[in-house]
């Protein structure tokens, strides 16, 4: 495999030769040097390692340069390598513009010239990103290739699940030469998409999330029998209460069936999350919170479905969808809520081949100066308005009230109402869709009149309803009547505990109707379906998880 790559871009050939020599005296025999003396010559470096399929660690971007600053390139090069880390070069009268492009491009660090002596100024700096880096699963499973037609929905639920887990692909169509070639060294046809290679060669037919994610360096296998807590779901509230309980010395391990952040996580944009001025995407701020709950110590097992919670004693037993199980003192509750599926004619069909749930980012570019067609009036709906308008010829966004202001933050509908290719239909609904083998047309219903109007579609994103997925607790845990967990004092009717409490005291806040069991986020019954209290609600189960610990 090729030496991974270090690359450095300032237009001052003195900063940039003295910069590349202490990087190849201290990393010379385990990466790359490259250098570039502008940010256009150094993103056509970039495509050039992207072609080759080799990997790219950091890059240290000056921020004065003509042209194309330092923030400005490291913000291009993101779509090329996301998950490099960033680094920015910078005078000390520039600091303020390097600590704004920490929110701009996730910036890891900045650096201040001159960084002389490295062994104090540079070295500790890389060393840590190339350690982070390092440890990416990503890295270590190296480029992988899908061979699939677009409007395969098998096909789509690869990509998708690789490319919420942060896991980079290469996406080869089926009827491309390139495609074919591999079908057949596979002894496949195109019939039998999707197709996975692995950097090592492996293929894999159609393959279930587990079997994808044990081979692209995902970690499925718990390490331990029995821990102190385990976190199941990692959206924004599994995920703070994994980096709080990892932090305070419990051992966690953080159980997820798809991809880390949730609804959260395929936010293009969250703009009202506080310490983000400029906003961030829900990738990004969901990697974020990976990255800072392994750095604590939480396992986080992907993939990995739990279908059933007792309790054995002190303990509760969780099994999973293979039959194996884990133990812990303490459970968190964390599964957030699924976009309601859409009925009508055609739709579920269509599920992965026009009609998506939720915000399918990498579709993005298939949208290019095409009609596309959102449904929902909420934060989500309007982020992905937003997003896909500077993809889409016009964007068709579908409520079923008279307006976005009751639904959706002040600040979305202002974005929205200055974005001229987006348009709103009130009172409308979907009815059905039609096509041959994917979505070619919809069927809009006037909720007013009930009048039907067929208009050319090839792509649908949904963001309405929130259904917890919670069956899996019948008969164990208490829920309201659409399935939301029952927790703390709504689990008292006029004073009296819920059947089968065993202790003397009444359920904690967040507690369920089984003691040590907690509920944090938009799974709890009557919680704030927001992103930051649903990240407080998961540190505030851990306080009382300690509380619960105590007193065994």
């Known amino acids: 495999m090729a030496k991974p790559t270090i690359l450095t871009v300032d237009d001052d050939p003195g900063v940039s030769r003295a910069i590349a020599r202490d990087l190849r005296r201290r990393y010379g025999e385990r990466y790359r040097v490259l250098r570039a003396p502008s940010g256009a010559e150094a993103l056509e470096a970039l495509r050039e390692v992207k072609l080759r399929g080799e990997p790219l660690a950091v890059m240290i971007a000056d921020y004065r340069m003509p042209t194309m600053n330092g923030v400005q390139f490291l913000e291009a090069a993101m779509d090329l390598f996301p998950l490099a880390r960033r680094v920015l070069l910078t005078a000390y009268a520039d600091t303020g513009a390097a600590i704004d492009a920490i929110n701009l491009v996730d910036l890891d660090h900045y650096l201040l010239k001159p960084w002389s002596p490295p062994e104090e100024n540079l070295y500790p700096v890389l060393d840590g990103l190339l350690e982070l880096w390092a440890a990416a699963p990503h890295e270590e499973a190296g480029e992988t290739r899908i061979v699939g037609h677009r409007w395969s929905a098998p096909s789509f639920a690869v990509r998708e699940f690789l490319a919420r887990n942060l896991v980079p692909y290469r996406w080869l169509a089926a009827d491309e030469p390139e495609g074919m070639r591999l079908l057949e060294a596979a002894g496949l046809t195109a019939g039998d998409v999707p ?63 798809s991809a880390t952040g949730g609804q959260a996580g395929q936010s293009s944009r969250i703009e009202n999350y506080l310490g983000f001025p400029d906003g961030v995407s829900g990738a990004q701020l969901a990697d974020r919170a990976r990255r800072q709950a392994m750095r604590f110590g939480a396992e986080i097992l992907t993939a990995r479905e739990v279908v059933s919670l007792e309790a054995a004693g002190a303990g509760r037993v969780l099994r999973f969808s293979d039959g194996t199980s884990i133990g812990a003192h303490t459970v968190v509750l964390a599964t957030g809520v699924s976009y309601r599926r859409l009925d009508g004619p055609g739709l579920e069909e269509f599920t992965g081949a026009g009609v998506y749930y939720g915000s399918a980012s990498f579709e993005a570019a298939s949208c290019q100066d095409q009609d596309v067609y959102i449904v929902g009036g909420a934060n989500s709906a309007g982020q992905a308005a937003v997003y896909f308008s500077r993809y889409a010829s016009q964007v068709h966004l579908l409520i079923r009230g008279s307006g976005l202001t009751q639904s959706m933050s002040h600040y979305l509908v202002q974005q929205i109402e200055a974005v001229a290719n987006i348009e709103i239909h009130a009172h409308t609904e979907v009815a059905g869709s039609e096509g041959e083998r994917r979505l070619q047309r919809l069927i809009l219903r006037d909720n007013g009149t009930d009048a039907l109007t067929t208009v050319p579609a090839s792509h649908l994103f949904v963001f309405i309803g929130a259904e917890p997925p919670t069956q899996w607790l019948d008969g164990v845990i208490c829920r309201d009547a659409r399935g939301f967990v029952l927790t703390g004092p709504d689990l008292l009717a006029d004073g009296a505990r819920p059947a089968g409490w065993p202790l003397s005291r009444d359920p904690y806040h967040l507690e369920t109707s089984v003691p040590g069991v907690f509920a944090a986020g938009d799974v709890r019954a009557e919680s704030v379906k927001r992103v930051a209290s649903a990240v407080g609600e998961g540190a505030m189960a851990v306080s009382l998880v300690h509380r619960y610990l105590e007193a065994q």
Request: hydrophobic content about 50%.
């Open 195 to 257: 197709l996975v290679i692995t950097a090592d060669g492996k293929t894999m037919q159609a393959p279930s999330e587990p079997e994808l994610a044990a081979h692209v360096g995902l970690t499925t296998t718990p390490a331990a029998a029995f821990y102190d807590v385990v976190v199941i779901g990692a959206g924004p509230a599994g995920l703070g209460a994994a980096v709080y309980a990892a932090s305070e010395g419990l051992r966690t391990v953080l159980v997820e069936r």
